[in-house]
């Protein structure tokens, strides 16, 4: 026997926060809409969650889709229910937030979007829905967890020097920290494994290259360690 809900039901869509570093600057990939509603305003990439998959699969479905953007740190974040988020009826999202290096994703625009591309989180344009409320949530979350997990690695290529690890978490928690201080701390913690190579093509004296060793970090996490910057 056949049982059918008697009452209305919400739609439920996906939208990413996908972050990006440059040498400068925290990066949020966005698309430009192709349809109403919001037509031509930048978003998330993001949609709705189809029958047969589930909330993380439609997450990465939508960001292949829609820009590109395959095999990436990806996480749930919030869920977002205000009753009048979506113009077109009754939509509750689960935002997600993801993690991209920026040279190993060749971005583009699907054929229901006109356009994608990376963009300052501190000069985003005006958001489409209630993205611009994600985004915040999103870059808070990413604030406090990049201080007890190593997830600000996801965004450094394999091999890096001090110098760009600092700059990340400086951009990231938005504060000078102090280089002496830093890397001795950060050393002391016997994760970042010291490699053969050098800074390439750099006009300053070329820095050592480092890894992070994330199977040690496994272990020890096993163990009961913390990672504190």
């Not at 009754?90 to 229901?112: F, G, N, P, Q």
């Not at 990413?142 to 951009?171: C, D, H, M, N």
Request: hydrophobic residues 40%; glycine residues 4%; charged residues 30%.
């Amino acid at each position: 026997m056949t049982h059918a809900y008697e009452y209305p039901r919400a739609a439920l869509a996906v939208d990413c926060v996908v972050f990006g570093l440059d040498e400068a600057d925290l990066k949020v990939l966005l698309i430009q809409r192709k349809l109403p509603p919001y037509q031509h305003a930048w978003a998330l990439p993001g949609g709705f969650v189809r029958l047969d998959e589930t909330l993380d699969e439609a997450a990465q479905r939508e960001l292949r889709e829609e820009a590109g953007v395959d095999d990436v740190y990806l996480e749930q974040l919030y869920t977002f229910s205000a009753l009048s988020r979506d113009p077109r009826e009754r939509v509750i999202t689960v935002a997600y937030y993801a993690l991209a290096k920026l040279s190993d994703h060749r971005i583009r625009s699907a054929t229901d979007t006109l356009g994608v591309g990376w963009f300052a989180l501190d000069d985003l344009p005006k958001l489409a829905f209630d993205h611009e409320q994600i985004v915040i949530r999103a870059h808070e979350r990413l604030r406090g967890k990049v201080r007890y997990a190593p997830v600000g690695f996801e965004l450094l290529p394999p091999r890096f020097s001090l110098t760009q690890l600092q700059r990340l978490y400086e951009i990231i928690l938005g504060t000078e920290l102090d280089k002496r201080n830093f890397r001795k701390k950060i050393l002391s913690m016997d994760l970042l494994v010291e490699t053969d190579e050098v800074e390439q093509g750099v006009r300053h004296r070329a820095a050592r290259l480092y890894r992070f060793d994330r199977r040690k970090y496994e272990r020890l996490l096993k163990q009961g360690f913390e990672l504190s910057i």
